[in-house]
């Protein structure tokens, strides 16, 4: 099973911060890895697949990058609204598997 | 637009078997690449994958649980349905179902609001 460790596990940031999540894989996974974020009370929302493609109606502050084991998710510019915890997630190789979340809290 | 919505009980006891549904609308679970997977969150905790459908009755199912699930189709009613056996209160969680599609974005791109099921004596 490919373990996905995400770092780090909370981060309070204010707005217009520049932030960086990361995800590690315990094997390559090539461009296999996506990313989400979860607000409290609410089902994930897809932000990026294939490491750094955009899906469809996610601000453009939201990027990822990488490949292989070392992945990473920015937002410039961070907004409040962007408080919420974020999931990487892999769909190399089943079983498919989740990062343990990243908290972003809003100062 | 694409929309899915799970059903089923809040509260089972333990060892009983849970069967939840999910409605969805917007595809059609018969085109090409299309499939429908059921992921679990236990309270505070990261998120689980657990069992998918694809449009041509391809089933894959979590290593570590697939003795417990079965996931079925009704294609004509829109339907997913997942059946777990025996369950235990570790299995409290919010279970999602969602859709995927080959080759689109292989990630689930779209999300039911959840449900809550409590396993509780």
């Known amino acids: 099973e490919v373990v996905l460790t995400q770092s780090p596990d909370f981060q309070s940031v204010t707005p217009k911060e520049k932030v960086t999540i990361t995800c590690r894989a315990s094997q390559s996974i090539g461009a296999g890895l996506h990313w989400y974020q979860q607000k409290p009370h609410q089902s994930p929302k897809l932000l990026i697949k294939?490491?750094?493609q955009s899906f469809s109606g996610v601000p453009s502050r939201f990027s990822g990058s990488g490949s292989g084991t070392d992945f990473t998710l920015t937002i410039n510019g961070l907004e409040a609204e962007d408080g919420a915890t974020y999931f990487c997630y892999q769909s190399s190789t089943l079983p498919w598997t989740f990062g343990q979340g990243t908290k972003l809290e809003i100062k | 637009q694409i929309t899915l919505k799970e059903s089923g009980p809040t509260m089972v006891k333990p060892t009983q078997t849970l069967t939840l549904t999910c409605t969805f609308s917007g595809f059609s679970l018969s085109t090409h690449g299309v499939g429908v997977g059921w992921i679990r969150q236990s309270p505070g905790k990261a998120l689980e994958w657990l069992a998918l459908i694809y449009w041509d009755d391809d089933k894959r199912y979590s290593p570590s649980l697939k003795t417990r699930l079965t996931i079925t189709q009704d294609t004509s009613e829109k339907k997913v349905v997942l059946t777990m056996t025996n369950m235990d209160p570790v299995d409290t969680a919010t279970y999602y179902c969602?859709?995927?599609?080959?080759?689109?974005?292989?990630?689930?791109?779209?999300w039911g609001p959840g449900t809550v099921v409590i396993v509780s004596s």
């Open positions: 294939y490491a750094s």
């Open positions: 969602a859709h995927r599609r080959i080759g689109e974005s292989d990630a689930f791109d779209f």
